[in-house]
């Protein structure tokens, strides 16, 4: 039974990948600090607030499904800028294909939790 957004596995692993692109980033070159670095940390702890947004407006079942659609774009666009940190030549071939297929799944599973959920009154 979920109780709360912490019983959401996509929650738990979204912000888990939050960390890492965190801690990812704190190796970006400092001229990058206000540009890619912000955009990425930005757009992967969108994921886990966009979830935990939606959760606290579950009650109204488009408004939790319009908060999954928002964090399915910034997994999307995590993505991007993960794929934009190795074509810098930033990340690691292996790093970057690592957490992008992280990403991925979060996009799985975000897009079967909006597919299933139903609010029940």
């Not at 979920?2 to 890492?20: C, F, G, H, P, W």
């Not at 979060?106 to 299933?116: A, P």
Request: with cysteine.
């Amino acid at each position: 039974m979920i109780q709360t957004y912490n019983d959401l596995k996509v929650y738990r692993l979204s912000y888990e990948a939050a960390m890492e692109v965190f801690w990812l980033t704190k190796k970006l070159p400092k001229e990058e600090q206000y540009s890619l670095t912000d955009q990425i940390r930005r757009s992967s702890r969108s994921v886990p607030a966009n979830i935990v947004e939606g959760w606290a407006k579950r009650e109204y079942e488009n408004i939790f499904k319009r908060q999954l659609i928002d964090a399915i774009g910034s997994t999307e666009e995590t993505k991007l800028w993960l794929t934009f940190a190795r074509d810098c030549q930033y990340v690691a071939s292996e790093e970057h294909e690592r957490l992008l297929k992280k990403y991925e799944e979060i996009g799985r599973m975000l897009n079967g939790l909006h597919s299933n959920w139903t609010t029940h009154r």
